[in-house]
């Protein structure tokens, strides 16, 4: 993302897929997607855009769905809150989740393009496969939208929604520092790090952005990662799988850690985290003797929150997948209007071929102390049944 444009960039929407009775008033979906798009950075979920409201023009037709896969948890949250916004204005729909296996994702698009979908939303299961099968999407006319994950190496992307990962990775590492307070303590305190799928740019960025606050740390001596895995490559967990990164951590206690303490894990999603816990509750951690570390998560997923509330996990961040969802069936519905966004080119991200139209959303911190306010009174993702049984 090129922070330094401040301008706002006018997005014209070029799609020739122009629907019966469409109208061309904006309004509504303009002013909501730019308020969404500079929500403010205290944590606070912004309104989604909504297309359906105050507009004369209608949409029709079908849209194809593609999520990663089913195994991580929140995609098919993600895909249900996507179908009903888009029901709710009038388009049908078709979900496919990939079972993370590229070919699967590519011939899903492949199809559906075949079929005559007017838009795809696209979580990648490989952000840098799908420039062919886009290119023959965009010749068809078809409005491709870039989801959670930023497809790379290609223009045929017509808007990219997400949470902002950078902040993501730092508020995970700031976490750490406040929770050991490096501010005072010296140290030093141990700590290891995992971060996602190598083929998702999230990882990347969530790593960058953990190590902005960390490095200065590590670099002094206060925070050391014993194994000496600090780099993508070297912490990367393939799917962001719970098991592969319970493997790891094992790899790692064994390796590292037979005599020694560890303090912190940076992880940057909850399914990993939990991962790492069930390496560690294995080796007798989570007693008073020997407590868990700080370990960061990301996500809102019923597990990892039930993991905040009975304090396994140290924190995570909130990502409002309805919100998110509402976002690209919002954009999907003014694009295939042929409607004009304007948005914040200062939040576009870079994805190789150019900057791509974004819509940031803010992730939301939350731990044990506020757990309750943020995933069930602000929000009412989920109940207090859900969490506490
Ligand atoms: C990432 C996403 C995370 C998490 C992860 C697991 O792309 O940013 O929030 O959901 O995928 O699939």
Same mark, same amino acid.
């Given at each position: 993302?090129?922070? &330094?444009?401040?301008?706002?960039?006018?997005?014209?929407?070029?799609? &020739?897929?122009?629907?019966?009775?469409?109208?061309?008033?904006?309004?509504?979906?303009?002013?909501?997607?730019?308020?969404?798009?500079?929500?403010?950075?205290?944590?606070?979920?912004?309104?989604?855009?909504?297309?359906?409201?105050?507009?004369?023009?209608?949409?029709?037709?079908?849209?194809?769905?593609?999520?990663?896969?089913?195994?991580?948890?929140?995609?098919? =949250?993600?895909?249900? &809150?996507? #179908?009903?916004?888009?029901?709710?204005?009038?388009?049908?729909? #078709?979900?496919?989740?990939? !079972? /993370?296996?590229?070919?699967?994702?590519?011939?899903?698009?492949?199809?559906?393009?075949?079929?005559?979908?007017?838009? +795809?939303?696209?979580?990648?299961?490989? %952000?840098?496969?799908?420039?062919?099968?886009?290119?023959?999407?965009?010749?068809?006319?078809?409005?491709?939208?870039?989801?959670?994950?930023?497809?790379?190496?290609?223009?045929?992307?017509?808007?990219?929604?997400?949470?902002?990962?950078?902040?993501?990775?730092?508020?995970?590492?700031?976490?750490?520092?406040?929770?050991?307070?490096?501010?005072?303590?010296?140290?030093?305190?141990?700590?290891?790090?995992?971060?996602?799928?190598?083929?998702?740019?999230?990882?990347?960025?969530?790593?960058?952005?953990?190590?902005?606050?960390?490095?200065?740390?590590?670099?002094?001596?206060? +925070?050391?990662?014993?194994?000496?895995?600090?780099?993508?490559?070297?912490?990367?967990?393939?799917?962001?799988?719970?098991?592969?990164?319970?493997?790891?951590? =094992?790899?790692?206690?064994?390796?590292?850690?037979?005599?020694?303490?560890?303090?912190?894990?940076?992880?940057?999603?909850?399914?990993?985290? +939990?991962?790492?816990? %069930?390496?560690?509750?294995?080796?007798?951690?989570?007693? @008073?003797?020997?407590?868990?570390?700080?370990?960061?998560?990301?996500?809102?997923?019923?597990?990892?929150?039930?993991?905040?509330?009975?304090?396994?996990?140290?924190?995570?961040?909130?990502? !409002?997948?309805?919100?998110?969802?509402?976002?690209?069936?919002?954009?999907?519905?003014?694009?295939?209007?042929?409607?004009?966004?304007?948005? !914040?080119?200062?939040?576009?991200?870079?994805?190789?071929?150019?900057?791509?139209?974004?819509?940031?959303? @803010?992730?939301?911190?939350?731990?044990?102390?506020?757990? /309750?306010?943020?995933?069930?009174?602000? &929000?009412?993702?989920?109940?207090?049944? =859900?969490?506490?049984?």
């Amino acid at each position: 993302m090129k922070k &330094s444009i401040v301008l706002v960039l006018v997005v014209l929407m070029t799609v &020739s897929m122009l629907l019966a009775g469409c109208g061309n008033d904006s309004t509504a979906s303009e002013s909501a997607a730019s308020q969404e798009a500079s929500a403010s950075a205290t944590g606070e979920s912004a309104p989604a855009a909504d297309a359906s409201e105050g507009g004369t023009g209608t949409v029709s037709g079908k849209i194809g769905i593609l999520m990663p896969s089913v195994v991580v948890a929140r995609w098919a =949250d993600d895909a249900k &809150s996507m #179908e009903e916004a888009a029901k709710a204005i009038g388009l049908e729909t #078709e979900v496919q989740f990939a !079972d /993370d296996a590229i070919e699967t994702q590519v011939m899903q698009i492949e199809n559906m393009v075949t079929k005559g979908y007017k838009a +795809l939303i696209i979580c990648p299961v490989n %952000a840098e496969a799908l420039t062919e099968v886009l290119g023959k999407a965009k010749k068809a006319g078809v409005t491709v939208i870039s989801y959670d994950r930023l497809i790379q190496g290609t223009e045929d992307v017509d808007y990219y929604v997400t949470f902002d990962n950078i902040k993501v990775g730092e508020v995970c590492g700031q976490y750490i520092v406040d929770a050991l307070d490096l501010e005072t303590n010296q140290g030093p305190f141990n700590l290891e790090i995992f971060t996602g799928d190598i083929a998702d740019n999230n990882a990347k960025m969530t790593l960058e952005g953990g190590m902005n606050i960390l490095q200065p740390y590590i670099d002094n001596g206060q +925070l050391v990662v014993k194994s000496g895995q600090t780099t993508l490559e070297q912490t990367a967990t393939k799917g962001w799988a719970t098991g592969e990164a319970q493997n790891r951590m =094992d790899n790692i206690m064994s390796g590292f850690y037979t005599s020694d303490k560890l303090d912190a894990i940076f992880s940057t999603y909850g399914g990993m985290s +939990l991962g790492c816990i %069930a390496s560690l509750q294995a080796l007798g951690y989570g007693t @008073d003797e020997k407590p868990m570390p700080i370990i960061t998560a990301q996500d809102g997923e019923l597990a990892i929150v039930q993991a905040v509330a009975n304090g396994t996990l140290s924190m995570s961040l909130f990502k !409002d997948t309805r919100a998110l969802a509402k976002q690209a069936i919002d954009l999907t519905a003014a694009s295939l209007k042929g409607e004009t966004v304007e948005l !914040d080119a200062s939040k576009f991200y870079d994805n190789g071929a150019f900057e791509v139209p974004t819509v940031l959303l @803010d992730p939301i911190p939350f731990d044990k102390s506020n757990l /309750d306010k943020v995933m069930i009174e602000d &929000s009412g993702y989920w109940t207090k049944e =859900d969490i506490y049984g």
